[in-house]
Each structure stands twice: as C-alpha cells, then as structure tokens.
C-alpha cells in the first residue's frame, strides 16, 4: 500500500509574542515545527504500514528549512520525503494544487492522510481540497482507523454525532489530536533517518506553470481585548466580598 | 447573488439574515439551498426571506461531502453566486472546502466578519491561534465563506414573503465512501453557545466527582452551564464534548465567564474570549488566564469554589 502523509511546517503558535504597540502577533524569528495534527497523521499511517504493509511518503509544500522538520518524520518511520518549493505567491488553492500534482507525478496512491488541520491557521482546507481535486472519497475527523487490504473502516467524530464510514482505495483520510499519541523516535531512528532520501521538487515544474492565488492576505489584525485585570490575591473570604460586589456592579448577578 | 447552504436549518436561517446585509452589493438576491430537507425548511427559508430556495432531492440522502459538493458545484455553476455561505458544522467545513477546490475558487473558513465592497469581497478569521485576525480579500468568484453560528439573527418571518421555492431531483455519482452507522454522541443537549453563565473548570480538578464543586457555582449563579478545556473533555473524558470550550471546542459568549483551574493557554482563550464579564480562578498568581480576565482570585479552587458559592447563595438571599 503506497501512503502519503500531507505534513506542514508551521510557527510554534505558543511561541507568538504580541507587539506591544499594534498589538499584532510577531511572526518572524519564531521557531518552526511540524504542525501537531499532522504527527498524529504520520503516527496512524506508521500503524496501517504495520497492519498491512506499504511505504510512506511524506509530503510538503515549504520553504527549504522544511527539510529538517521532515527528518523529524523520517525518523518516526517515514519511508522518504518530499519537498515542493513554495511559491512566493501562495494560498491554500495553490497549495492544494501542488500536493495534487506532486501525488500525480508518486503514480499509484492509496491512502493519503493530513492533520483536520493545521495549527497555525486551522482551517482545515488542504485535506478536502486535495480529495476534491482527485475526485476521490473523504474521510474527515477520524477518531479510529480500521485499515484492510481493500478497504478502510473510519470512525468520524462530528461533534453531536460519530459516523462509522468505510471506502475502498484510493482515499483522503483526515485525522484528529485525539486518534492517538505521536512515538518519539529513538536516537537509533533518528540516526538511521539521514539515510532516508529527501526530494525536493520545483513548484513550477510540478504544476506545469505558475500558479494564481484565489485569495490574499491583506493584513493580519491584532485582536482587541481589553480587560481589567484586577487581581485579589489578600485574604479569601475579603477576596470573596470584594468580588462578589464588582460582579454585581456589573450587573452580571442574577 | 449570494447562495447559502447549511444542513442545520437554525444557521441556515442566520445566513439568510447574513445574506441580506451583503445582498446590496452583490445584485440584491439571497437564494438558499436545501439538500433533503423537508419542505418545511424549504418554506421557513422563504419566510424569513430567502429570495428562492433550491430545494433538491437526490439519490443520497444522508450527508456526504463528496456527492454534495458535486451538487452545489453544478448550482453555482448554472447560477453564478459571487458570495457563497456555507454553515460552519464539521460538515459545513469539509464541504466549503471540497466546494472550493472543485470551482477552483478561494475559500475563508470560519469567517468571523465578511464584507462585500463593490463587488470585492473580504472575510476576516481568527489564525493563530487566537493571536491575530486575518483580513483576506477574494481574487476569485465566487467568494466561499464557512459561517460559525449566531453570526446574525435570523429574519422575523413573514408569511408572505414572495419566495421562488424551486424544486429538483438529482441523481448523484455515488461514491465508494459508505456511511456505516451514525451514533449519538453522549450528549446531556447542553449547548454551551446558548449560555448566559458558563463557569469552566480544567486540569487544577483533581477528580472527576470535583466536577460538582463546579456546578454548585454555577447553581448558585442561577446558570445551569458548566464548560471545560480541552483535557477534561477530549483527553480525560470526564465531562461530554458538549462542554468543551476552546479553539476546537465550542466558542462562546456569555455575560458572565468563570475559569476555575484552568491555565489560560490561548486556544481555550480563542473559546471563551467574546465573553462579557470574565472571572478567574487559578492558585498559579501567574497563570497566563488572569491577563484574559477582568476579575482573579489567587488561591485553590477547592477553598474558593465552596466560599464563593455560599457568599453568593447569602448574597442572593
């Protein structure tokens, strides 16, 4: 079985500072990983690669310094990694375009699976977007994944309901944090890793031309939040009191 | 023209009061959508003024991203929406974006603002985890927009509204994806997006059975609520998801908002950050969640929770 793993560097979302004075989010200098869900991804294809055998691909759309973080795959048990140059240009249209065309160009794809989303953005746009453009089935949310030699069965958590849906192969999986917990690989793993080929493919090759963003970014706002911040830290039951009249001030006790 | 589609009538109702607003600039007309959905929604769409529903029956009727994406794929391509709102449900989600890549178009999920200049359209989302709003602007028609709920109040209905309800049968190109069984989620019908008091507890309980300390609370606040973060709900599964307040959870806003024992990290900030009056209770005098409240009590939950509880029941008394 050939699996893909859509894997994405992002910021260190814990790491965001604000500025002090716009009160937007500081985005450069900030560490860059892989984004959480998508280890959640690789771990459940290492578990179908162990259930029925295959080779996994791990795939992204980056900058060059995604390397490194995709060696952090490899050595939790990718087989080989792939990096597609990310155009200057580029939004989750375009990027759903290039993870397109670089499966095309992999030949015969079973399982495709990507984090519910990234934690960066959290959109989760790139899973359905890529199943649309193969025009193959999708199966968002899942919780538990049952794989067989032709077919799936996966348990979609949907908030107020759990749907239990099965599909032959090819198919786009999408994974949530809860389906399992990502391993750490051991110094053995890691070192073993280096060996593993890493490609690095062009964007324009890829898609046969340039590509045109469907939307833009105009700016990134900082979000308003004023609040007051008063703090009772002196004795309980005055803390209590004193609390307990301010809420009522506000008009918020009933 | 703006299209809307949700498979939760409620939110398909405030997009139609959504449409409206945006309707203006995009040639005046709002047409819904419905996929297997009793005539009822159909009508209820229209007297809440929907300009016409396309009210399609078809060979699929549970919802399915693939075979339903194809259908709206072939509506927006007959009649050229420039604005389309799709419910932000976890179906709603994965459908816009499928939408999306099939019409080669731009999508904004979640949008928490949308605005139509001319014919520009724009739609802000939260990104970041709850750090910053992006304002994105559409190159490419039509806009697809993922609503979260109660983005607008529905419009009252008028019996009389003069709406085109246009009815089809579709037969769809099925897909080897197959829905098994639909359960139930455990749920209590809690719907913590309704509340007016939430008070929210997280990893500083120590037990499950502490839950009730909790509740007592918000007893005693007259509100019925109580939430939690992700780890209560999602990784020790005391409580239901029904209660999970967060970036992945549910996002609320009610007047009165108290955190006890909860850290404060930013994706149950991005949850709970619309709230009115927000109340923390954290023995960490540094936990990150006294910079996102108005008021704070330093000191254990389990001294303050039974304290407060009977000063409230005294002072309502």
Known sequence: MNIVVCAKQVVDVSEIKLDPSTKRPVLTGIA?????????????????KEKVTGRITVLTVSTPDAKDRIKE?????????????????????????????????????????????????????????????????????ATKVTPEKDKVTVERNLGDQTVTETSTYPVLITVTKEIN??????LMQILSSSSKPIKEWKAEELAGGPLTPKIKTVEIKGVPMSRKNIVYQDDLDASINKLICELAKEGVLR | ??????????????????????????SGKVY??????????????????????????????????????NLL???????????????????????AARLAALLDTGCVMDATAVHAQGKTITAERVVYSGNGIAVEQFTSTPAIVSIPPRAAEPLPKNEHHHANIMKKQVTLKEYPSKIQSIQEATSEGIKVEDAEIIVSCGRGLKNKTDIQLVSDLATALKGKTVGCSRPIAADLKWLSEDHWI?????????????ACGISGQIQHIAGMRDSGVVVAINKDPDALIFKSADYGIVGDLYQVLPKLTSALKEHSA
Do not use: W
């Not at chain 2, 398909?12 to 409206?20: D, N, Q, R, S």
């Open chain 1, 32 to 48: 860059k990983k892989i984004s959480d869900i998508d280890k959640n991804a690789m771990e459940e294809a290492i578990k179908i």
């Open chain 1, 73 to 141: 795959l490899l050595a939790m048990g990718a087989d080989e990694g792939i990096v597609v140059a990310a155009p200057a240009d580029s939004d989750y249209a375009t990027t759903a375009s290039l993870l397109v065309a670089a499966i095309k160009k992999l030949g015969h794809v079973d399982a495709i699976l990507c984090g519910e989303a990234s934690i960066d953005l959290f959109s989760g746009q790139m899973g359905p977007r890529v199943a649309g453009l193969l025009d193959i089935p999708q199966l968002t949310y």
């Open chain 1, 181 to 186: 917990t990502p391993r750490l690989p051991s």
């Open chain 2, 1 to 26: 023209m703006v299209m809307i589609y949700s498979d939760n009538k409620k939110i398909a109702l405030e997009l139609v009061a959504l449409g409206k607003t945006l309707a203006p600039n995009l």
């Open chain 2, 32 to 69: 819904a959508v419905t996929i297997n959905q009793p005539d009822t929604v159909a009508k209820d769409l229209a007297a809440h003024g929907a300009d016409g529903v396309h009210e399609v029956t078809t060979n699929i009727t549970q919802f399915k991203a693939e075979e339903y994406a």
């Open chain 2, 73 to 95: 794929k072939d509506l927006v391509t007959e009649h050229k929406p420039d604005l389309v709102l799709i419910g932000s449900t976890k179906n709603g989600k994965e459908l």
């Open chain 2, 246 to 258: 967060g970036l992945s959870g549910h996002k609320v806003k009610p007047k009165l908002y108290i």
